[in-house]
């Protein structure tokens, strides 16, 4: 038995080749540009130079650092973690064997998706969630093994700032915006059902961007400010001037707005 295309299905296949070769640039471009590591000035060269009075001050500022976004930092990946995992249980479990034909298609696809998401959720490092107790179990009874906390301290401040910037970064977009255009172009090819393509066009896009604006990244500003002054002696600690000296876990005000008063959250 031979299969007609609709009109639509034939426009859509029509501009496969073109969408596909769009979204292979979307990733090289983002490729081009993603975030690199932020060492461009070791943080750690001045240490041995620090008194010993001065190194217990920068090791407390960083710790001080870690506790104020800890709570953030740990429900944003035990939360997100949580939720793609049962995103996918719900997938592979539950809808997919229950339905048929695009539906089931979408459910697996985005099965994969979640359970992808979860992966990269559990294997990013994010040392905010346990870095200072680590610190705080360090021995410290010697001039030797205060420097080590620090050096320790600096070398989670950069693993976090890494990771901040890896979730904030053009790739993390880009993978998402790829996946949607390929799942979603896929699926108007081959069923011909706009309302199922638009879940796999959107749907895991948006979930993303809510996951990017929801995640912490403060270490990416405290790390740049550790490395700006390892070795001159004035490391930036915070100030209470400074906003992300006790930045709060969310924070919604009214702020002016052209309409009058507009909502701003604060994560």
Same mark, same amino acid.
């Given at each position: ?38 060492? !461009?000035?070791? !943080? ?8 010993? !009075? ?13 506790? @104020? ?18 995103? #996918?249980?719900?997938?592979? $479990? ?19 998706? !979640? ?37 320790? @301290? ?6 976090? @700032? ?13 993978? $998402? ?48 400010? $550790? ?9 930036? #600690? ?30």
């Amino acid at each position: 038995m031979t299969r007609t295309q609709s009109p639509t299905a034939r426009a859509v296949s029509d501009m496969r080749p073109r969408i596909v070769a769009a979204a292979l640039a979307l990733l090289s471009v983002a490729l081009l540009v993603a975030p690199a590591t932020v060492s !461009a000035q070791d !943080a750690l060269h001045c240490i041995d130079e620090l008194d010993d !009075a001065e190194v217990v001050r920068r090791t407390r500022a960083l710790s001080e650092r870690f506790r @104020a976004h800890e709570r953030h930092t740990r429900v944003f990946r035990i939360g997100w973690a949580s939720l793609f995992a049962g995103f #996918a249980i719900a997938e592979f $479990a539950v809808i997919g064997p229950r339905v048929d034909g695009a539906q089931r298609w979408n459910a697996y696809i985005s099965g994969v998706g !979640a359970a992808s998401a979860m992966l990269q959720m559990t294997a990013l490092p994010m040392p905010g969630v346990w870095a200072r107790r680590r610190i705080a179990r360090m021995p410290d009874d010697t001039p030797e093994q205060r420097r080590e906390r620090l050096r320790y @301290a600096l070398r989670a401040l950069e693993t976090a @700032a890494n990771s901040d910037r890896i979730i904030h970064g053009a790739l993390s977009h880009a993978t $998402a915006i790829v996946w949607g255009l390929t799942w979603g172009t896929t699926l108007s090819v081959k069923f011909d059902n706009r309302f199922v393509a638009a879940q796999a066009y959107l749907g895991g896009m948006l979930v993303n961007e809510l996951r990017i604006l929801t995640a912490p990244s403060w270490a990416t500003r405290a790390w740049t400010e $550790a490395r700006g002054g390892s070795c001159w002696g004035r490391y930036v #600690a915070p100030q209470p001037s400074d906003p992300y000296a006790h930045e709060p876990e969310l924070e919604v005000q009214l702020v002016p707005s052209m309409g009058g008063l507009g909502i701003q959250l604060t994560f």
